[in-house]
């Protein structure tokens, strides 16, 4: 048992290892992963203020900016990773290994995480910068609460979409970029989540990020209390609720798709 | 030379006949769902309800002739950057490292260059159908004021290729920059939409942007082939900035930058292949 | 004490999808009642032409497959009810895979990799490092792998393979692609390290006889998803010591010579074209030396030009063409 984790927590080292060094041996990534996404963010926040919006707006759309810097890797460089390392022929050997899948997805996210911390450091101080956002933060410590649980909410929903990119070939492409709108819509990155009503923003909370950010909001703006979806301690209950449930349901699933995929005769198929 | 243009021609074919059997292999509505309906709706939606969240506050004194077509047909024109650029510049990735083939690409007669603009045909034919369902589904749904009849439809459809040359040709230059950067270049394609994005006039008027992100708006031909394109549909001069230039120098300045932009593609391109094939990147993998 | 593997009535069955035109989906069979045991420190071979099986079975083995049927155990324990006690227990390497991060180098590659099975990392490098040495590929050890040629590549996943140290290793076809020089030391080193530790098994597949012949203490002919024979190479080669095996070498033509198989005295024969030289190749199981004037005097009659005649001692390949009557080696 106690070899088993020692196993585990090296294999997790070893996965993120590979990003780590990656990223200092390929550099190209910093350009297109610091100012590009903050000139997306931007052409956001300049429609607010095309349309007068009150000014707690730009603080929401940078704060959203940022967070996308999570679901993009989530989605790009965790989920869909697992069709890659299958046409790489990396997936099989990590299956013949005494390992958990859910190690490699972690070692990956890791990985990860690092990049997409910068993107979103760089989008929510160049920005907050540049457009001269306020800031009103009334709790330090419910912030960082929110934060953690969003992330491994967030994660966890990526690793139970990698269960199902361990099948599919091809199809996971045309998935992720299915997910990607969608998300930035219901997970209200550029606008708060009760504008979508509270049945559609209730059924949206299933995406952790749009309580996490709804939580962030109220956290961050003078106004943001008044504009929030639910209350904060309610939400942070219900991330945590999420957190579980991800983690929980992406274990399994996992389990399933792999042996769904050793019944099919899939997991090692490629070229599809 | 006839027998080149044959090549091409061929290169072009084969290119968008490949392009679409990657695209479409699975199941084809998926696939069209995927790009028609589903994400074109979803990107349309946020600026709506942008638009909507701020309307209902009260706040709603827009400047200028800023409305709700504005924004929703720029944007709707404009997924024709993302997906064209994409699918032109994601191809060096795609055949490098998905595919594995792109050196048999490189070694065939077959000019890249011309294999790179017809890979992104099957993006095209996707997109256009997506722009015709969004703003459909502008008009029916979402009630967003467009009189048909009022349409130029033959200089709608002609801007609208001038257009799509040039972004095509930067999207190889896009891809030409690909194959010396690695995987993570992905972001860039998407970077380089977003910048377009900002200082192309798409989705809000140039006017609220400062000075200088107005000045790299005007020497950007996208800027001027979204408002003709928004003229051609609502037959008003959308922007503010833009209003004293008749439609005829708008569609001059659109058809000179774009053959600009073509003419540097190719010289972007050369220089580009002759540096990966002097570092041997032409084969590489880079995911990690 | 438990076998290395063991596997009882084992079948595997694909479904393949159901093609637009077809009513209804077909299956193949890539595996049928296979029943192989094989012992802690074999050096067993799975020798079989394209599309045997051969892959698949070592998929089952590794957990990646579940059998359609039947029961494959690995050092006694069930591959379907327990697949991570068997992982502790295993390795893997295909020829021509592509495996690894090409932004890492070699040592590093290798470490990655030897982390998945917990190997502390003190124990790990020396062991790498060794095996670079052994390899060869020690100036290697620093460099990015997609720099690396095909070969060395190749003797980089081998490496990986020794590097967690299992109970049992799978080699798929681990020669691929490899000229004879590197596979033979590829061959040397899996030789030695079944003879140096006695409770080591290996399970290789190939299709190349020689390799089979040379390497393997017992090996498992296998066609068509059905294992045909399974014995030591000169038990299997002592199958035909009674009878007479000749080889024909005629012009390259595209004749089936079917009839030939009902010429008195031909137990079997097999064909194979070899359009580099330009020669049909003839194999002959014939009962006896009388009826080699039988088949001569069939062939001028049919107007083919004899260019070489031999008679032989059995190989592999002849064991082969007389339990399937093809040769392993013709292109169908
Ligand atoms: N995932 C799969 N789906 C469908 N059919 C499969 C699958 N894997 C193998 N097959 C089929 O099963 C049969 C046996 O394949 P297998 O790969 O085991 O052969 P092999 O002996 O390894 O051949 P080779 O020498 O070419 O590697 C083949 O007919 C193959 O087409
Ligand atoms: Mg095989």
Not at chain 1, 56 to 61: C, D, N, Q, T
Not at chain 3, 147 to 156: A, C, E, I, P
Request: hydrophobic share 50%.
């Amino acid at each position: 048992m106690k070899t088993d984790l020692k196993t585990n927590l090296k294999s997790i080292w070893a996965r993120a290892y590979v990003r780590i060094v990656g990223a200092n041996r390929e550099p190209s990534w910093i350009l297109s992963e610091t100012v590009l996404p903050l000139l997306n963010t931007a052409a956001f926040v300049y429609v607010y203020k095309a349309l007068r919006a009150p000014e707690e707006y730009i603080g929401f759309v940078i704060l959203g900016g940022a967070m996308t810097a999570y679901w993009m890797n989530v989605l790009w460089s965790m989920a869909s990773q697992f069709y890659w390392e299958k046409e790489m022929g990396n997936l099989e050997l990590y299956l013949i290994a005494p390992i958990s899948r859910m190690s490699i997805l972690l070692g990956m996210a890791i990985g990860g995480i690092f990049y997409a911390t910068l993107r979103a450091v760089v989008v929510f101080v160049f920005g907050s910068l540049i457009f001269r956002v306020n800031f009103f933060i009334s709790g330090v410590v419910e912030l960082f609460l929110i934060f953690i649980l969003t992330m491994i909410a967030l994660y966890g929903m990526g690793m139970f979409f990698a269960s199902l990119f361990m099948l599919w070939g091809r199809e996971a492409w045309h998935t992720s970029n299915l997910f990607q709108e969608p998300i930035y819509l219901l997970g209200g990155f550029f606008f708060p989540v009760k504008t979508l009503g509270y049945t559609v923003a209730m059924f949206a909370s299933a995406i952790p990020i749009s309580l996490g950010l709804d939580g962030m909001r109220q956290l961050c703006f003078k106004t943001g209390k008044t504009l929030g979806f639910l209350d904060v301690k309610i939400e942070i209950l219900l991330l945590l609720g999420l957190s579980i449930f991800y983690i929980w349901i992406s274990h399994y699933a996992l389990l399933f798709m792999e042996n769904l995929g050793k019944k099919q005769g899939r997991l090692t198929l490629k070229w599809q | 030379m006839n027998q080149n243009f044959s090549t091409h021609t061929k290169t072009l074919k084969l290119a968008s006949w490949l392009g679409w059997k990657m695209e479409s292999n699975w199941a084809d509505w998926w696939i069209f769902a995927v790009y028609s309906v589903v994400r074109p709706l979803a990107s349309s939606m946020i600026l709506v309800v942008m638009y909507w969240v701020i309307a209902k506050s009260g706040n709603a004194q827009a400047s200028g002739s800023y409305n709700l077509t504005f924004m929703y047909l720029g944007n709707a024109f404009f997924m024709f950057v993302g997906n064209v650029l994409y699918g032109v510049a994601w191809t060096i990735h795609e055949d490098r490292e998905h595919y594995q083939m792109l050196k048999y690409i490189f070694i065939s007669p077959a000019k890249m260059y011309f294999y790179l603009f017809g890979r992104g045909t099957a993006k095209l034919f996707i997109t256009v159908f997506a722009v015709i369902a969004t703003i459909a589904f502008g008009m029916l749904v979402l009630k967003i004021p467009i009189d048909l009849s009022a349409v130029n439809y033959p200089m709608l459809v002609l801007v609208t290729g001038i257009g799509l040359l040039g972004i095509a040709a930067l999207g190889v230059i896009l891809a030409a920059v690909s194959m010396v950067t690695a995987h993570h270049s992905f972001y860039l394609t998407e970077g380089v939409a977003g910048l377009f994005f900002l200082v192309s006039g798409a989705i809000f008027p140039i006017e609220v942007l400062p000075g200088w992100l107005q000045k790299i708006s005007l020497i950007n031909p996208l800027t001027y082939w979204i408002e003709l394109a928004r003229r051609y549909i609502t037959g008003e001069k959308m922007c503010q900035v833009l209003s004293s230039i008749s439609n005829l120098e708008l569609f001059f300045i659109l058809t000179l930058s774009t053959l600009i932009l073509v003419y540097l593609s190719v010289i972007i391109y050369r220089f580009f292949e002759h540096l990966a094939v002097q570092r041997g990147l032409i084969d590489r993998l880079t995911n990690f | 004490m438990n076998h290395a593997i063991e596997t009882l009535k084992l079948n595997r069955t694909f479904k393949i999808k159901k093609a637009k035109d077809k009513p209804a989906p077909s299956f193949i069979t890539a595996l049928e009642e296979v029943n192989l045991t094989i012992n802690k420190g074999e050096l067993f071979g799975l020798l079989g032409p394209n599309g045997a099986g051969k892959t698949t079975l070592i998929k089952i083995l590794c957990t990646l497959l579940l059998p359609t049927s039947g029961t494959a155990l690995v050092d006694g324990v069930d591959v379907v009810k327990n697949p991570a006690l068997v992982r502790r227990r295993i390795n893997m390497v295909s020829g021509g895979e592509h495996s690894g991060y090409g932004i890492l180098n070699v040592r590093e590659n290798l470490w990655m990799f030897s982390q998945f099975y917990g190997v502390p990392k003190k124990i790990a490098y020396e062991r790498i490092d060794t095996l670079l040495k052994l390899f060869g590929l020690d100036e290697f050890a620093k460099t990015r792998i997609g720099k690396l040629s095909t070969g060395m590549r190749q003797k980089m996943n081998v490496i990986r393979g020794f590097v967690s140290d299992p109970e049992i290793l799978f080699f798929d076809e681990p020669t691929l692609g490899l000229d004879v020089q590197i596979a033979r030391e590829v061959r040397k080193y899996i030789a030695n390290w079944v003879k140096n530790n006695s409770q080591k098994t290996v399970l290789l597949t190939t299709h190349y006889m020689a390799e089979a012949d040379e390497l393997c203490d017992r090996i498992a002919i296998i066609d068509h998803g059905k294992v045909i024979a399974c014995d030591s190479p000169s038990n299997l080669k002592k199958l035909l010591r009674k009878e007479t095996i000749v080889h024909i070498e005629i012009n390259l033509t595209d004749e089936n010579f079917e009839h030939f198989s009902q010429l008195p005295g031909v137990k079997k024969f097999a064909l194979e074209h070899k359009h580099n030289i330009g020669r049909t190749e003839l194999k002959f199981i014939l009962e006896n030396d009388s009826a080699i004037s039988q088949v001569t005097q069939a062939l001028s009659s049919n107007g083919s030009k004899i260019i070489s005649l031999s008679k032989t001692d059995p190989s592999l390949e002849d064991v082969f063409v007389a339990l399937v009557g093809r040769s392993l080696e013709s292109e169908n």
